[in-house]
Structure formats: C-alpha cells, structure tokens
C-alpha cells in the first residue's frame, strides 16, 4: 500500500462503514480518546492501546501495555495518535505489513504524509453527513468552514432526510416507470417548502406535500 507522498494528487471521498469492525486506537491520550469515541459512535469495535491508560472510553476495549505489531492483527484500522514519532513510525509500519488502513493522528508524527486516509470535520444530522478536510494543509479553515456548515444545516435537517427516505421507498413501490419515478424525486428534493415546515415545527404539512410531490 503505497504512501501518499505527492499532496497534490486527490483524496478519493469516501465513507466507510466500521459496524463491527475491529478499529486499534495506539494512544490514550486527548487525540487518542477523541478518535477512538468517533470510531465507537460509528459501530466499529474499538481498541486503544496505551501503557499507561486510566479507561476513559468505556466503549472500547483498553490495552494496558506498550505497542506491539500483534495488537493490529486482524485489524480493518489503525489510528497512531501517541506522542512518540518512533510508536507512531511502528504502528505504520505494522500496519504496512497487514495491510490495513493507516492514520497518524497526532502532532509527533513526523510523516504525516504516510497516511492511508484522513478524518474530516464533519456535520451530522441523521443520514446527512458533510465533510471538509484540507489534507492538513489548513485545520483551522476546516474548523470554521464546519462551524459555518453546523448553522447552514439545522436540526430539521434530519427529519428532512427522513423523510426523503421514505418518501424514496414509497416512490419504488407506487411509480413503476424509472424515467418517472426520477423527476418525481428530483421534485421532492427540490421542494424547499418541506424543510421549512419541518423547521416550523409542523411534520405534518411537511409529509402531505412530500406525498404531493410524488403523485
């Protein structure tokens, strides 16, 4: 698995699903914690490995001993957050002969470029997921362009998406034309007077139009 050595050479977007997977968080620390809290949020099975670990994240399996190769077998990731550049070196360098995919977390990490994936900062609302990142360039822009998103996109977001989903499912089952079907959804995504009600507080002029887009 070949480092990505060349910055500009594009970040191929993705979003993985962890549920169940065995994700090693190497580190305890803040940076260590906070990555291994997201990954448990996400559904994967967590373990964080840190010689001097006081449990802090009740979710995760805790490993109280210095780092090992053996603690990423059978592993899907790993995260080096420790503010050792030699453990972090090590942790990509076992995980380099596993083949598993690799992020240096933390601020010691000399080659921070010898990464397989970057985190986000990121906007939830339910199923709506945004993401940014800068490659690391300019984490403090990222910050503030997620805070900007964070107002763009409020909390009726989420039952907006809802929504969508099921109005798509009941879409499959009433329009049997594809060609359709796909203008009547396009008008369903387009009809910004359904996330206003829900903004409103009032779910059920939002359903009855969404049902109107569809017939």
Not at 110 to 119: G, K, R
Not at 135 to 141: E, F
Not at 142 to 161: A, I, K, N, Q
């Amino acid at each position: 698995m070949p480092p990505l050595a060349d910055p500009s050479t594009p970040l191929y977007p993705i979003a993985l699903d962890l549920r169940g997977r065995l994700c090693v968080v190497v580190g305890g620390g803040a940076v260590g914690a906070r990555k291994a809290r997201g990954l448990a949020e996400c559904g994967a099975s967590v373990t964080i490995v840190d010689p001097n670990l006081d449990a802090a994240e009740t979710a995760c399996r805790h490993v109280r001993a210095r780092f090992e190769p053996c603690h990423l077998d059978g592993a899907f990731l790993a995260v080096a957050a420790t503010d050792d550049p030699s453990v972090n070196h090590a942790v990509v360098v076992a995980g380099r002969e596993r083949g598993i995919l690799i992020n240096q977390a933390s601020a010691a990490s000399t080659d921070t470029m010898d990464n397989d994936f970057v985190t986000m900062a990121t906007v939830r609302r339910g199923e709506l997921l945004v993401a940014i990142t800068t490659r690391g360039a300019g984490p403090a822009l990222s910050s503030r362009l997620r805070d900007e998103l964070d107002t763009r996109f409020g909390p009726e977001w989420e039952p907006y998406v809802a929504l969508l989903r099921e109005m798509r499912e009941r879409a499959k089952s009433t329009i049997p034309d594809a060609a359709e079907r796909t203008v009547a959804l396009r008008r369903l995504a387009n009809a910004d007077s359904i996330r206003a009600a829900l903004a409103a507080g009032d779910p059920e002029t939002a359903r009855r139009e969404a049902l109107a887009c569809l017939s």
